[in-house]
């Protein structure tokens, strides 16, 4: 269990020097997206979502054009409710934000599912995908949003 949480740290420490160089390096705002990602992957597994949904944010800010980043925004918050809501002593309070979080996530899953699609679409051979145009929803497994869209419903 300590693990996740040694390597929060570790990624927070290497976080913080790859920003102050990001923009002078080649590369440097990539390193940073990857940093971020394996920070938001400890923290899940460690269960600290709330954190996990806001460094997915920084993410998602810096880089609105990755398909994968939103599949594991519509991920963190359908997990984050699903534990939230099981929990004995929730608040009612806090059983309406696991609602609306179910809500958004469903939406987001059913927005990734379209641009796996899109993405798993015919296109010209010579096409070359650009940065920026949704090139890596094929990245996401094919059924895993459109599940995940179900599971939400069934909520």
């Keep these: 269990k300590s693990r996740p949480l040694l390597a929060i740290k570790l990624y927070e420490n290497c976080l913080q020097r790859a920003r102050a160089t990001a923009h002078a390096t080649p590369g440097g705002t990539e390193a940073v997206l990857d940093l971020r990602l394996h920070l938001a ?90 940065r920026g145009d949704w090139a890596d929803a094929d990245l996401i497994p094919p059924k895993h949003p459109a599940a995940y869209a179900a599971k939400c419903a069934e909520l």
Aim: charged share 25%; glycine share 2%.
């Design 41 to 130: 992957h400890a923290q899940y597994r460690a269960g600290h979502f709330v954190d996990c949904r806001r460094t997915l944010s920084h993410a998602l800010h810096s880089h609105p054009n990755r398909a994968p980043l939103w599949y594991d925004a519509a991920l963190t918050l359908y997990r984050a409710a699903a534990v939230s809501s099981k929990e004995e002593r929730a608040t009612a309070e806090a059983l309406r934000n696991a609602a609306s979080e179910v809500d958004l996530s469903a939406k987001l899953f059913a927005r990734v599912s379209a641009l796996r699609a899109a993405a798993s679409g015919a296109q010209a051979p010579d096409h070359r995908p650009r």
